[in-house]
C-alpha cells in the first residue's frame, strides 16, 4: 500500500467520483480505478460501492477512510516539519470558514498568509457551524473559523467577540438612537437570518418574551442589507457585517447584550501541523492588531 493509493482513495471520496479525482490529481480515471482496485485487493475489502449517481463508502470503507486521513495528515505534518528544519516553509492548510467571515475578514488574512509563506497551497471549505465542526473533527479540514458554542469538543483559539446590531432605512424613525432595545422593533417587519446568528437572534427574541413580525428569512448578508436599503423591513447582523460601506442603511447598537464568540478550532492544539501553527500566529496578529 503507498500513499498515492490512500490520497487518490480519499480525493473520490471527497469529490464523489472518479473522474472528479483524476482531474484534481492530474490522473486518468483507468488510474484512479486501478490504485483504488489495488487497496482493496491488499486490504481484501470491498471499500466503495459505485453507482450511477457516483461512488460511496461501503460499511468497510467507512471505518478505514479515518485510519486514511490520519496517516495523510501525518505524513503532511512530516513534510511540513522537515522543511521548518531546512529553513523552508511548505505544504498546505485545509481551512473551514463561514460566509461572514470568507466576505470580512479571510481576503486580507490570506493575503498576508501567502506573502509570508508563498510555498504553502492553501484549500478552503466554506459550510454552516455544523457541517465544519464535523469536517474538523474527521480530519477532512486542519482548522475552521467557528463560534465557541459550535467548537465543543474541539480546542478553540478565541479571537474576537461579534456583536450584534440592528440595521435600520435611512428613514426609519428609531435611525438616530444610540441604543434600541429587541422590544422597539419586534413590531417592525423583521428580515429573519437564516444562516450563522440565526440561532442568537431568535433566542433574543425569546428571552424577552417576543414574537418577530418575520417577513421573510435570508442567509446571505448582502441579500439582507439591500432589502433593509429598500425598506422592506429591520433585521439584526452581526458587527463584523458592518465593517464594509454601506450607504442609505443606519447601524445601531443593541440594548441587549448579544453576540458570538468568534475563532478558530482545531481537533488538538498540541498537535497541529506547522502551516496550521503559523496560521494561527498570523490570523491572530493580524486581529489584535486591527482591534
Known amino acids: 500500500m503507498t500513499l498515492l493509493q490512500y490520497e487518490i482513495f480519499k480525493t473520490v471520496i471527497d469529490s464523489g467520483s472518479f473522474t472528479k479525482a483524476g482531474d484534481k490529481l492530474g490522473l486518468t480515471q483507468s488510474a484512479i480505478s486501478h490504485a483504488i482496485k489495488g487497496l482493496e485487493a491488499e486490504l481484501n475489502l470491498t471499500l466503495l460501492k459505485r453507482g450511477r449517481s457516483g461512488v460511496s463508502l461501503t460499511s468497510e470503507g467507512e471505518r478505514i477512510i479515518g485510519f486514511i486521513r490520519q496517516i495523510l495528515n501525518l505524513s503532511e505534518k512530516m513534510k511540513q516539519e522537515a522543511g521548518r528544519l531546512n529553513g523552508l516553509e511548505v505544504g498546505a492548510i485545509r481551512i473551514g470558514t463561514f460566509p461572514s467571515v470568507s466576505a470580512y475578514l479571510l481576503p486580507s488574512i490570506i493575503e498576508k498568509f501567502h506573502s509570508e509563506f508563498p510555498a504553502i497551497q492553501v484549500e478552503f471549505y466554506e459550510g454552516g457551524y455544523n457541517e465544519l465542526k464535523q469536517m474538523v473533527s474527521s480530519n477532512i479540514i486542519d482548522i475552521s473559523f467557528l463560534t465557541n458554542n459550535d467548537a465543543e469538543n474541539l480546542d478553540f483559539i478565541p479571537l474576537f467577540d461579534d456583536h450584534l446590531h440592528v440595521i435600520l432605512p435611512s428613514a426609519h424613525p428609531l435611525k438616530s438612537k444610540k441604543k434600541i432595545s429587541i422590544q422597539e422593533i419586534a413590531s417592525d417587519p423583521?428580515?429573519?437570518?437564516?444562516?450563522?446568528?440565526?440561532?442568537?437572534?431568535?433566542?433574543?427574541?425569546?428571552?424577552?418574551?417576543?414574537?418577530?413580525n418575520v417577513y421573510c428569512e435570508i442567509a446571505d448578508n448582502q441579500t439582507i442589507i439591500a432589502m433593509v436599503q429598500k425598506n422592506l423591513g429591520v433585521s439584526v447582523v452581526p458587527e463584523i457585517v458592518m465593517h464594509s460601506n454601506i450607504n442609505d442603511l443606519n447601524s445601531v447598537e443593541l440594548k441587549e447584550e448579544c453576540f458570538r464568540a468568534i475563532g478558530l478550532a482545531v481537533p488538538n492544539l498540541n498537535h497541529v501541523s506547522?502551516?496550521?501553527a503559523a496560521f494561527i500566529e498570523l490570523t491572530k496578529s493580524m486581529l489584535n492588531r486591527n482591534n
Open 190 to 212: 423583521f428580515i429573519m437570518p437564516k444562516a450563522g446568528c440565526d440561532e442568537l437572534v431568535k433566542e433574543l427574541f425569546k428571552k424577552n418574551n417576543l414574537k418577530p
Open 274 to 276: 506547522p502551516a496550521v
